[in-house]
């Protein structure tokens, strides 16, 4: 018997491509949320001026939303795939 996750694809459960686009994605998200919410800031606190790189790292969080649909398809994808493998697979079973 072997270790778990010795000698796998994906050691450990959880890391495929579609997963690690989702955490990516939401990742970029929430650091284009905080960005927004800095640029913001001079909406409130008029005394306040920043640079308009802020407005430009805000669009991170546009970013993110793609990168969580796209892992979103992707997870579709795979999952799409293995069901037709086991659909294949239980058409030519003869207990069908």
Do not use: E, F, K, Y
Not at 7 to 27: F, H, K, Q, V, Y
Not at 38 to 44: E, G, K, Q, T
Not at 53 to 58: D, E, G, R
Not at 74 to 91: E, I, N, T, Y
């Amino acid at each position: 018997m072997t270790p778990a996750g010795l000698g796998t694809a994906n050691p450990t459960p959880g890391t495929t491509a579609a997963d690690r686009l989702l955490r990516l994605g939401l990742a970029v998200t929430v650091v284009g949320l905080c960005c927004t919410l800095v640029a913001c800031l001079p909406l409130i606190v008029t005394t306040w001026t920043l640079p308009s790189v802020w407005w430009a790292l805000s669009m991170l969080t546009g970013v993110g939303l793609v990168l969580v649909a796209v892992g979103l398809v992707v997870a579709a994808r795979a999952r799409a795939r293995r069901l037709a493998a086991v659909q294949q697979r239980l058409a030519g079973h003869p207990d069908r």
